[in-house]
């Protein structure tokens, strides 16, 4: 009989988790008497009757190199330590099915799981290695805030992208002497504004954590138009927040994404300064999940790649309890305790910004 | 001293205006003693004091046929007919400046004018040739919603962009088992969405010509679904509307583009998906001015290349009060009052409808 | 019992085959009772014991709209009329199975073949009509060269490739003062050459159908360079030749597919150049088979949509022995005799030469 | 009178150049009273008569973050040290001119100079530093050889582009069960190659660094076919050479980049997989400069801003003699003599040559 790794993906999808599950399947290959198998939508493919598992070996990965999303699907809902159950009165609560999972899994006679997921599995891997699961954690956020690693898969295409639309957006707005205000993803990290607005060449940078005061904003767009001429690109991360009004950003399931009175900070930004007299046409972009999809980057595929080859490396070390991580120039692992700590959080002084604001781009704090 | 033909660009700006500039300088240095001269923001250089007049040689035009934009500025505000002038009171009015143009623009010894712009700006042409001025138009509307040319450049370029994004979505959405919207352009021609929805591989396409029923839609939605697993991508034009409400876009200098209290009808579907109890998580993404930007595709380079070398032969041949077009397989031109005519719209029993019906697209009527 | 259409593709590839193939599925799916199968390999499938035939679904389709290539795979070799038999001694010879594969399929049930391929394809396929089969052709060919359609899927796409590429040796040969010289596809038709070179805004544009003068294309050359500073784009068809030389392009199977003593035409032109004289460093791109590769734009995407929509709704009219074509604004279809008539070539004085040369592009004949 | 900087780009031009140009500008208009001028065609500017010097102001960088090139222009001949004179029989040598240039630079008030360039710009600013130029060096090199920093803006786009490249020929070679040779730069560095046959899913990776003997190729393309079918990428560095051969790489200036005779090493090692025995088609792309053209992805135009800010710090600092670097996570700077050692080529131990191994890639050595 084959030895058994078992993989599965969770949290929010980005772009390089497919690349991660072809490393560990090829790497795999070349070990005698292996077997991976894909757990489907997170850990409930392995909580569902009948189990929902699948056999990967090269020809299932081949061509997902390229290919956003996973193939093993994902979810954000249950789990092993709340798992959805309908009470008699059609109300519904959850249980804890970790121990009940764990069994599964090791009746099933697999040796070992890889999860490659965000902060909150990463949390849900430690729990289960310290209830007895030969568990492996692999990082995946598209925000890139684990302070654990320098640098997560998916991040950087994530960059790219906002970056082409803001390209995109400049040769418009000179034309037409327009304020466009780009909002981008990051509910608490500013990372992906912060890159996008150094590399598209933005003139204003909102990050949740440097809340701004609208004045100054509108300030530098005054700045920017010369006898009525002039442009001005507004990168916004969806978590930011005036000085004034504080923190407003929140999800609600039902409906949706954005909080459906506000429509998100980046019509919150517009009507704001409308309000504040700024009289130059201002339009938005709401770019939305298509940050999240696309084809990785090849830097996001040498990435997750190195992540996948060395996550099989720790399952053939038993280097449990640990997440990988690059820390340059090496690939290495630290516990799961180190991997979940604080976030990493853009500093207001620290390299990147700084070079951003001698570059001239205003934070609007 | 050399003969002399103005360039000037209208209206909203699109992916290849200066792919046209350029042909028509290089087609213009190919004859003896003629120079170009290009009026900044449309005919607002040669109303304003000093005249905003530049010349344009070959030397002008490197490097611009990649660019997205225009060189010359563009602008909706002011023109001939309508120049804003402040009362003694502070209050706003226009005049009638038309004739003074003429006679400005006959003074500099200017023989002919090319006017790139869309319907408004091929109005204002009309208007101008009826007055007595040797003016050639350029069709221009990224919404491709001329009945007088079979393609405008730029358009091609817009759907691409759309189309590119919307491939993103699809990795993401069939990942977690998503709905999402995709708001594009068009206010009253459907184009942009019928075309990128059917390269994109959308399910649901929603146009202004064709007004929905929301429960058309979330009966779609349903059927993309198998035991809870399933995604939906819709892509809507901004200014379509539910049968029920009728049409609600509106667009108010005061408060951008959006309307402030709707949000738009990304937004508008979304909440409407909600109230008709879609349970599927929905998320939206609105594109908005990246449409309109960036470098255009090759495609729309060769069309903005043909007419600017089309026009520019039209001054040599003083076929003065038409404008440009492509009729395939000619490039060829039609009077302003042809030109002008009706919009072309989507027709519902139209080929590329029933191409989009036969690849099993719901258009929710 | 399900009623069967079959489906294969035939030749070199070409962006939007799956695209065609999927819109055949999602057609068929619309009409009780009937079954889309496969042919792998051209008509290789149906000649192989056992038979290669695959089933397409709904499911089978579903994601390969983006996809280049072909799921069906596709090749040059072999075919019903000249299928390879091993003799005796070892050598190979080549036999007629026409009979028997049009046998085969009318036993398994297949009421109608849709062959979507090229010239050779669909010369085979007015073979196989005449002998009784029950096929409709879809065109193909990335060379754009077929009379009886505007345009065929693919063309776009490579295009596109190519003129993005020759966006990225603008910048880098002026800024070191070089002559590019960019090889692209075309063995007798120089259309793509002709597109990119008008899209990528070259200086000299060499085709098949335009035998060249190399004195004429040092002139142009040496006209770009002023004080020894300046650059030259030059994209060149792989069949084009010289007037004194002669044609010169010739692909062995054993060698591969460049002449291996003169190493293609982009090293002869470059040899050429510098014994003419032209002292600028010169450098050489051979693009190859990235330009048949890779996902198709919209344009593409959108014309084999409705190709494979339309070749599907002349099965259900039984309208066989006839190609699908696009005659602008029609898609439609004409009978195999006339599919195949002459190639579409580029001649000397129609329309798209002269906005080429009206930008100042040299042919250099 | 303002405080003077000068900056120059020389050697061979990448991606991200404009974008340090732009940085260093940007900089220096926040301290009051410098002015930056930039040398033409790298320090040939201050040799010639007149001399050829720009003012870069706010208004010469504006746009210029998202162009390739470089707007200062460059070149590989000339040169202080080196500068060419004709003599009286006609024949060419050269001369010493560092000490001539040095006054002239100090005549103008030039108090600082911004060299950004490769091994071979670095060396020149070194010995002109040493004889009392004040100078600072911003590295550059598209093959990312040097030891001293962790990343060269450029090469990670040359690397995108490469794989962009890659996945459109992993489309066309499945479907024609085709091996495809992708010739990349590379002289004595094998990092793009490494790099974009990781991130591109490539079977074979040849580097300079790993001389390689064709047999092993031969019997991985093998491998890779199963029944006739399959397919085989091979990733070949420009510089690489077979155990038995080599080193054959030459550059000669009178007949352009690739050796006349031989073809360049993808035609050398077509010829020599036909001459071992492999019957599969094999096709060739060059791509050439297209990898050190084009818009510089996000990652090298923030890593180039970062480098152009830091320079122009340095400058404040008056620390001359030194060159900027990134060494992760922070951008600090080396002495010339520590940044022109010996260069960073790739190790057949290291860790991405072990991760390309682990994921089956072959380099034949």
Redesign the interface.
């Known amino acids: 009989m084959k030895r058994k790794v078992m993989v599965l993906t969770g949290g929010?999808?980005c772009p390089g988790?497919n690349a991660v599950i072809?490393?560990i399947v090829?790497?795999a290959?070349?070990e005698d008497n292996w077997e991976v198998l894909g757990c489907i939508d997170s850990f409930n493919g392995v909580l569902k009757t009948p189990l929902e598992l699948v056999t990967l070996d090269l020809n299932s990965v081949s061509?997902i190199?390229?290919?956003?999303?996973?193939i093993l699907?994902?979810?954000n809902k249950g789990g092993p330590f709340h798992y959805p159950i309908k009470n008699s009165d059609g109300s519904w609560s959850s249980i804890d099915r970790s121990e009940e999972m764990i069994k599964t899994i090791k009746d099933l006679g697999i040796e070992a799981v890889i999860n490659i997921g965000g902060d909150g599995s990463q949390r849900i891997s430690k729990a289960l290695y310290d209830r007895g699961l030969n568990i492996i954690g692999v990082p995946k956020t598209i925000d890139n805030d684990l302070s654990a690693t320098?640098f997560t898969f998916g991040f950087?295409t994530a960059?790219?992208?906002?970056?082409?639309?803001i390209?995109?957006?400049?040769?418009?707005?000179?034309?037409?002497?327009?304020v466009?205000i780009m909002e981008v993803m990051g509910r608490d990290a500013g990372w992906i504004a912060l890159?996008?607005a150094?590399?598209?060449?933005a003139d204003v940078c909102i990050i949740p954590e440097m809340p701004y005061n609208i004045e100054k904003i509108k300030d530098k767009i005054e700045k920017r138009y010369i006898n009525g001429?002039g442009f001005c690109i507004i990168v916004v991360a969806e978590g930011a927040y005036s000085q004034s009004k504080g923190k407003i950003y929140q999800e609600s399931?039902?409906?949706?994404?954005?909080n459906?009175k506000l429509?998100g900070i980046g019509?919150i930004l517009?009507?704001e300064l409308?309000d504040a007299g700024v009289k130059h046409?201002?339009?938005?972009?709401?770019?939305?999940?298509?940050q999240?999809?696309?084809?990785p980057?090849?830097?996001d595929?040498?990435l997750a790649?190195?992540f996948g080859?060395k996550a099989?490396?720790m399952v053939l070390e038993k280097k449990f309890g640990q997440m990988v991580v690059y820390r340059?120039?090496?690939?290495n692992s630290v516990s799961f305790d180190k991997a979940i700590k604080e976030p990493h959080l853009v500093e207001a002084n620290s390299?990147?910004v700084?070079?951003a604001m001698?570059?001239?781009i205003e934070f609007g704090n």
């Open positions: 929010g999808d988790l072809r490393a090829k790497r290959s070349q061509g190199l390229v290919k956003g999303g996973t699907g994902t979810t320098d950087q960059v790219q992208t906002v970056t082409e639309d390209d995109k957006l400049v040769t418009t707005a000179s034309s037409h002497n327009r466009f890159h996008s150094i590399a598209g060449g001429r399931k039902e409906i949706g994404y954005y459906e429509g019509n517009m009507n409308i046409d201002i339009r938005l972009t709401v770019l939305g999940h298509v999240r999809g696309g084809t980057i090849a830097y595929r040498i790649s190195e080859v099989f490396e340059h120039p090496e690939i390299r990147l700084k070079t001698g570059l001239g």
